[in-house]
């Protein structure tokens, strides 16, 4: 059986789910499809930093502009998944104070509130940083959660009538008179495609676009640039901490939630590669021993895990290391650049941009078919924004949930789930089921990537068990429950590998003691 | 590692193994207690984020610290709890009277008679319940009409009842508030049994009170100021080439312990010098012993006990008294923690925790129950009727 829609989205990552929000906000019958979870690519693996677009003031003065402009939406409209923490550029006895007032002068014609502080000033803002620094500016940086992000846009999507499949191979695309009207799917698990029809197809699929794109007929150009970046236990510095120089290998720590991030590295890779992406251990030792230099109590501080990700750049001549080349947002309309009508494709940007991108896409959407609306993704704020901070009465098994998800936690069912699952990130029964019936989750990484669950200091090793239960409770599936814990095993395993040492050693042997059986 | 360790607490050896929350006596009544892991590393981690994470619940903690003694990984569990109570919780004047123990004792003293018999009062136990939130059922530990540094300075002169100019050696003692204001007589024991070991004895020059109870109620700064002067005085005792005794485990275990790591204050130079009286005699020689004692005696390791580590010093002194049947208690919390008990809100928790340990006592019904916390003793006084003496009592009633 055939489903109409007037756009389908290929790809459930931000800008995807961005888009799909957009549309559906619009007025559009909109479907989103997903080959794997939401967040499953580049969404979920980066800094989580709301850029001020300082970090682009000097080499993208355009894209900097876009930055602080989004950067100023996004803390409006997406509060709860936004933390206004601000950030700080230091200067180094190595780097250079001309630089820094390049740097500064090049952020104000960008429109960004940069204000150079003194050293004592940045150490009394932030006593993380290295006490040797010459020089700060501070910048409105800020840290937001990719996962929370999407899932709010997929949330309010889903409330305006979108349709999002998740689990969803697109197959092939459906060509009619030389014109693309529409995709063949094939949902996991079924033995044959279902078909899908929409008068026009947008591709977001990241760094998988171009391989879509050539079965779509049409020719684009990736740059996949492997980013890694390591995750530290718990808060080291509350505010994001940048090195004031030309952008290099890992100098940005952010506070994600309530561990801290440092990255990223930077390496043109295959794209053959792009399926299978972790962190070495060479990696891991670059990243370590340029964030000392901006914190240098990262030198003792537990790091309980590394991850990679891929930038989806977009070549624009020449070859370069992936930072050279540009970020920014690209907007391709099939129809006038190779003759194929019925199919855009949405890429380059960041994360920070995200919602413009899908702006950018939806206006495109809407020209061809004709639509009017305009967008209001820039002023109506997003499902859960309307609260960010637990109040002093709420009930200890609910504010982390607060943090999490804003004024969504009010709409879990405290009275039946108030059991803490996963204690490092306090997550209850009653959030698991939310996830379960509002994002669709269906497996433990799944589960995770939207609570946190299994990502605290012990990365699941006490709550494994719970919380295979619960989940497979929850989905009306007992039978699942053993898979899940070897299937998490693994995939925490696979973070653990390259930062075994010190006490994520000790958790890791403590780990592999209790699941002796599933690893 | 750990001295390179900027972790507050060492929060982040935490594996997440929950021992502490096995061991932790409030997790097994109060549900409202989230424990000892979610409300000390866990809850740090939250913390750390947004102080608005900070939870109430924290207040049930009874800074037992039995938490940090069963951790594998050196968390300093009972601390991170401590330092978050005294960096975000408020109070009122109840915890203000019950933490004030200098002040309130200094007030308390000379009018000893009247201020015992009107706490003794039903309607004044009546305002006290409803007004001040302290709780009706609680007994009181008296005041004593002089002051043990009174009595020692007229004693301890030549001639005097206890006369400590024949002594060629010297230890100070940090007598703390109990005996000061309500129970000289323990002091007095003291003196004698360090007497009877060939030392005399000095007191502190400022000796103020230890201020546990002025940290477990968040009074973080008063603290402060009396550990600032504590520390002071001790260091004055160790420039002096003597060491400092103490008869209570509770306020040896604040010097030692909370100074450093709650108010993050030195007392490096001092911590090897101070000392239970127990474990400083088992490095003297044998004291004179009597031979005409029979008595059963359980002994109650207080839970701070627990954390100094020195119980052993205490049992082995005690097993040396001839005709003293010493019974070990299994070691586990009375339930009052200092303050904790006095507040109504508290009362019935407190007594749940002490159930075990009062059905324990009673079944083995022995002549005295023996331990080094003043409070353990007011406890098990009210709660079993079973006599409670500090080590160094009975050793006094054990010597020649």
Known sequence: MTQEFDVIIVGGGVTGAAAA???????????????????????????????????????DPEGARECIRENQILRRVASS?????????????????????????????AGIAAEPISPEEALRLEPAVNPALIGAVKVPDASVDPFRLTDANIIDAVRHGATILKFHTVTEFIKEKGRIAGVRALPHGESGPLEFRAREVVLAAGIWTAELARSAGVRIEMLPSK???????????????????????????????????????????????????????????????????????????????????????????????????????????????????????????????????????????????????????????????????????????????????GSEADRMDFKRGREIICECEQVTRAEIAWAVQTLGVRNISDLRRHTRIGMGTCQGSFCIRKVARVLAEELGKPELERDFIADYLQERWKGMTPVLWGDTLREAEYMQTMHRDEI | MQEFNISEGNLEQCLKCNLCTLVCPMMQVNEYYPGPKKAGPDGERYRLKDPDYYDYALKYCLNCKRCEVSCPSGVKVGDIIQAARLKYAGHNLRDFVLASTDLVGSLSTPFAPIVNATLKARPVKAVLHTVMGVDAQRKFPS???????????????????ADQSGFERF???????????????????????????????????????????????????????????????????????????????????????????????????????????????????????????????AYHTACHMQKLGWRSYTLQLLRQIPGVEVIELEPRCCGIAGTFGFKKENYAWSQAIGQGLFDAIREIAPDYVVTECETCKWQIEMSTGVPVLNPVSLLAMSIV
């Open chain 1, 21 to 59: 929000r957009d549309c559906a906000l619009r007025g559009l019958r909109t479907l989103l499809l997903e080959r794997g979870d939401i967040c499953d690519g580049a969404s979920g693996r980066n800094h989580g930093l709301l850029h001020s677009g300082a970090r682009y003031a000097v080499t």
């Open chain 1, 81 to 109: 998944c936004v933390e206004p923490c601000d950030g700080l550029f230091i200067t180094l006895p190595e780097d250079s104070l001309e630089y820094q007032d390049r740097f500064v002068q090049a952020c104000r014609a």
């Open chain 1, 227 to 405: 980013g890694a970046l390591i995750i530290f236990g718990h808060r080291v510095a509350g505010m994001v901490i940048n090195r004031c120089r030309k952008p290099a290998n890992a100098d940005i720590l952010v506070p994600g939630d309530v561990v801290s991030v440092l990255g990223t590295t930077s390496d043109k890779v295959p794209l053959d590669t792009i399926d299978d992406m972790h962190a070495t251990p060479e990696e891991v030792d670059l990243l370590l021993w340029e964030g000392v230099q901006l914190v240098p109590a990262l030198a003792s501080t537990r790091v309980i895990r590394a991850y990679a990700g891929v930038r989806p750049l977009v070549m624009a001549g020449g070859e370069g290391d992936g930072r050279n080349v540009s970020r920014g947002i690209v907007v391709l309309d099939h129809e006038l650049r190779d003759g194929v009508p019925g199919l855009i494709t949405i890429t380059g940007g960041k994360l920070t941009t995200s919602r413009l991108m899908a702006e950018l896409v939806t206006d495109k959407v809407c020209e061809k078919l004709g639509v009017k609306a305009p967008c209001r993704t820039a002023l109506d704020p997003l499902p859960g924004s309307e609260k960010r901070h637990p109040k002093a009465e709420e009930p200890y098994f609910k504010r982390a949930a607060i943090g999490r998800h």
């Open chain 2, 143 to 161: 005041y004593s009409q002089k002051t043990f540094t009174r009595w020692f300075r007229k004693a301890s002169v030549p001639g005097g009842e």
């Open chain 2, 171 to 297: 230890v100070r003692f940090y007598h703390g508030c109990y005996v000061q204001y309500n129970y000289p007589q323990l002091g007095k024991d003291l003196v004698k049994v360090v007497n009877a070991a060939g030392y005399g004895v000095r007191l502190l020059e400022g000796e103020r009170c230890c201020g546990v109870a002025l940290i477990s109620n968040s009074f973080g700064r008063q603290a402060t100021r009396q550990a600032r002067a504590n520390i002071a005085a001790l260091q004055q005792a160790v420039a002096a080439g003597e060491d400092i005794v103490t008869v209570s485990s509770t306020c040896t275990f604040t010097l030692r312990d909370e100074y450093p790591n709650v108010l993050h204050l030195d007392n490096a130079a001092v911590r090897p010098h101070l000392t239970l009286l127990s474990r400083w005699l088992c490095r003297q020689g044998p004291l004179p012993f009597r031979k005409d004692l029979h008595l059963r005696i």
